[in-house]
């Protein structure tokens, strides 16, 4: 009895000292070899239902069934009384009871005539379940080997509830972990999503906070393109890859696609589910070994925006868990996005104010002929009678008149009394531009679109969007450059230089012209198409010497405006000076007689305006031919100013300061018209 009382306590030492109930079982027959000959213990656990028992853990001669770990029982016969009565039941063959499992069954041949006892696993709290001991053939139990066995089932319970608790502890130890990360991880993304307002800077630092989290190859951003409905790659974060994934193709989006994203439906690609996307995608994805994909889309209360996507080289990456804790982030990522969007809206509409302000800016400081339409003469009333007809429409108007008539005037007064005045009136002179710029100018460009194109810049016609658009001088514009011109007159959409981004704009035309268009036409230097778009309501502008009731109230206004400019007081014009004004032919028209009165007014010591007749007689432009056409007239006239300045082009005393025109404008004239320097110089 003392040895059998040793045992016991040799038992309870040695489960003190054993960390785990598999080493308690490895440990139970070296310790009872003294007294109990036992030939295999299995410790059988209750299911989580406590309607089946698994085997937990095992210690037997090697000649014992080799039962293997796990293997399932149901809750009848021995085991069923065991748990319900907490006492121990004897089997004298322990093979008849292993019949009734199926699991049990095919080893009951190696037990036949091996008996058992069953005893209960449990604590005052808690039935955790069975404990099956068998003894070698022909030994039998005896009453004190039964106490010690129940003592022994008692010491396991306490074994098993302390390996519980432990493992309950670890697995919570585990869970707090990752929840911890999962926190940290989802403040790493919020602290980004605040602190960064572009959306590349954005990516970048969540890409490197997933990445740590997951463990996974690739990161990346496809949205939403609202003129195509295509899905399109905006970022790509992937360390290891080969390129592969950086050139996918947009991919169109079907209805049921949108349903998708607006559920807010994630979801995992496995590698079967790769093979039956799109070949182009899939093809890309299985080269750079991809095998599990986790899906989620970027939803805000505007509407679906993209996807975000994580892939990775191992099958099966993500489980439930992490795809819950992905649509968090995708949920964060959308405010990210709609954010970065909404700023880039904001940048790009102040981009657009900045440049219409500087365009404005320039505007205002610039030279006009004069700020008001000044005459009352018929021709000119009739021009501005068509000007009050055309303008509240949409239609192109295009002006013709010689140079210096003031079309740009009359296109400002026609923008003025429209509709769009409250919008921006941008003009452009198409003979002042070098000609490989002038689509430039138009269309804008891209960074990068040619050589010097340092930055994005807007064209023309991005400026006057929702307003007026002046071309002035239409016929110097390239033959290779009007077929644009006429596109985006007729569709109001085009591409800048460098992109191939369609840009729609709304956008009202005026152009202007001193040269006779269908001769152009006539001679294959102007396209007709282009002309019928735009001459859909022609007006002539009339030269200033058919309206030579006009010039004496021209003077008055352009003397009162210099001279409150010079600061000088100038008040009244000598009436032979008036006359010999008025009886001028002024071929430069009123840009002409503007530049005249300026030297007039700075020429006026006094109260009383000097006018140098004599200029007036040594013009040029009065020597003209008679019945000369006006293209060879204008030749001469140039050839003339030419003559006059010694061949000087530009400056002072210049054949453009002479004809009263720029310099580039000058220039163009002069390679239109083939003027060299044979015909010019003495």
Not at 459 to 467: I, Q, V, Y
Request: negative net charge; charged residues 25%.
């Amino acid at each position: 009895m003392d040895g059998r009382y040793r045992a016991l306590l040799d038992v309870s030492s040695a489960i003190a000292e054993q960390p785990t109930v598999k080493a308690v079982l490895h440990s139970l027959r070296g310790v009872l070899s003294s007294t109990c000959r036992i030939h295999g213990a299995h410790l059988y656990v209750l299911s989580g239902d406590g309607e089946g028992l698994h085997l937990l853990e095992f210690d037997r001669e090697a000649d014992a069934p080799a039962l293997p770990s796990g293997t399932k029982i149901a809750r009848i016969g021995a085991a069923a009384r065991v748990l319900e009565e907490q006492t121990p039941v004897f089997l004298p063959d322990v093979a008849q009871e292993m019949l009734k499992h199926p699991a049990l069954a095919p080893f009951a041949s190696q037990s036949v005539g091996r008996s058992t006892y069953v005893f209960p696993v449990s604590t005052s709290q808690e039935r955790y379940g069975i404990l099956v001991v068998t003894k070698e053939r022909g030994e039998e139990f005896v009453a004190e080997d039964v106490e010690l066995l129940r003592s022994l089932a008692s010491h396991v319970a306490v074994a098993l509830e302390c390996a519980l608790a432990r493992d309950s502890a670890e697995h919570y130890q585990r869970d707090l972990a990752k929840e911890r990360d999962r926190l940290r991880l989802l403040l790493e993304i919020n602290n980004h999503v605040v602190s960064q307002l572009e959306i590349k800077d954005v990516f970048r630092a969540a890409s490197a906070s997933i990445r740590s989290y997951f463990a996974n190859e690739f990161t990346g951003v496809w949205l939403i393109d609202r003129e195509t409905n295509q899905l399109q790659s905006v970022l790509l974060d992937f360390p290891t890859g080969k390129g592969l994934l950086d050139d996918v193709a947009p991919t169109d989006l079907t209805d049921d696609d949108f349903d998708k994203l607006r559920r807010r439906e994630p979801g995992f690609w496995s590698a079967a589910d790769i093979d039956r996307l799109p070949a182009a995608i899939a093809d890309k994805l299985r080269a750079e070994l991809i095998e599990s994909v986790a899906v989620t889309p970027l939803v805000t209360g505007t509407g679906p925006l993209g996807l975000l996507a994580i892939g990775s080289r191992r099958s099966d990456a993500f489980g439930q868990q992490d795809l819950d804790l992905f649509c968090q982030i995708g949920a964060q990522i959308s405010l990210a996005v709609d954010n970065a969007m909404a700023y880039g809206r904001l940048s790009a509409s102040h981009a657009h104010l900045e440049e219409q302000r500087l365009y404005l800016e320039s505007e205002i400081s610039s030279e006009y002929s004069f700020e008001h339409i000044v005459g009352k003469s018929a021709a000119l009333r009739e021009v501005l009678n068509h000007v009050s007809i055309v303008a509240p429409t949409d239609s192109t108007v295009l002006l013709h008149g010689e140079t210096g008539t003031g079309k740009e005037l009359v296109a400002r007064a026609i923008h003025n009394l429209s509709p769009r005045r409250d919008r921006t009136f941008v003009r452009l002179n198409c003979a002042a531009i070098p000609s490989g710029l002038v689509e430039s100018e138009l269309f804008g460009h891209e960074k990068g679109a040619f050589t010097g194109a340092l930055m994005q810049k807007p064209g023309r016609f991005e400026l006057a969007d929702r307003g007026t658009l002046f071309l002035d001088e239409i016929g110097d514009i390239g033959l290779d450059l009007q077929p644009k011109l006429l596109r985006a007159l007729q569709e109001h959409e085009f591409e800048r230089l460098g992109s191939t981004k369609t840009i729609h704009v709304d956008v009202r035309l005026i152009a202007a012209t001193h040269q006779d268009l269908p001769a152009m036409i006539r001679n294959n230097q102007f396209r007709e198409d282009l002309f019928y778009r735009l001459n859909v309501f022609p007006i002539e502008i009339p030269p200033l010497r058919e309206r030579r009731e006009d010039i004496p109230l021209l003077i008055h206004y352009l003397v009162s405006r210099l001279a409150r400019r010079m600061q000088k007081r100038i008040k009244s014009i000598p009436k032979r000076a008036m006359d010999t004004l008025v009886n001028a032919d002024w071929p430069g028209n009123v840009r002409e007689l503007e530049n005249f009165i300026e030297r007039c007014v700075i020429l006026t010591p006094g109260d009383e305006l000097q006018v140098p007749r004599t200029e007036l007689k040594r013009s040029p432009l009065r020597t003209l031919a008679t019945g000369a056409t006006f293209e060879e007239a204008e030749r001469q006239a140039i050839i003339d100013a030419l003559k006059s300045a010694s061949g000087k082009i530009s400056g002072e005393s210049g054949a453009a300061e002479r004809l009263g025109l720029k310099r580039t404008t000058l220039q163009n004239k002069m390679r239109r018209l083939k003027i060299t320097r044979a015909d010019y110089s003495h």
